[in-house]
């Protein structure tokens, strides 16, 4: 998350490259797993344009693997993010789509297999109705 506004470090810029080369990859898994397709292109956005989230994202899972954890809830990591951006650095208000916090730990089980189920993912749509229509992106 560090840099200034409208621009990219080094490592969001590789990894922009691994995501934009994926795309296909990452939308069609997404979509296999039940996400409406124009959800999964509105993720996908999301990501493409909030790197230094995905960033926060991927590093503090790996902080909670490295320190022992065998499971963790992505929920906790982006309210981690929250904090960090609002109250820690007070970048102002933080916003994403919690419909995209389980897409956010589906990617990272994605990208690192070695990882599969460090994040205990239900079957989409599980328990609650997937919003469409969010006003945050």
């Not at 922009?16 to 959800?39: F, H, R, V």
Request: hydrophobic fraction near 35%; include cysteine; charged fraction near 30%.
């Amino acid at each position: 998350m560090e840099g200034r506004k409208g621009f990219i470090t080094e490592k969001q810029a590789a990894e922009l490259a691994y995501i934009t080369i994926q795309e296909g990859w990452i939308k069609s898994n997404l979509t296999e797993d039940g996400y409406p397709e124009e959800m999964v292109a509105r993720f996908y956005r999301y990501l493409i344009t909030h790197l230094e989230i995905w960033e926060a994202f991927e590093g503090f899972a790996k902080q909670a693997i490295s320190v022992g954890r065998k499971h963790y809830g992505s929920m906790g990591i982006i309210n981690r993010i929250r904090w960090h951006t609002d109250i820690e650095r007070n970048e102002g208000e933080f916003k994403v789509n919690h419909d995209f916090t389980p897409m956010f730990a589906r990617l990272f089980m994605m990208k690192y297999p070695e990882h599969e189920g460090f994040f205990r993912t239900a079957a989409v749509g599980c328990g609650r109705k997937i919003r469409s229509d969010s006003y945050f992106y």
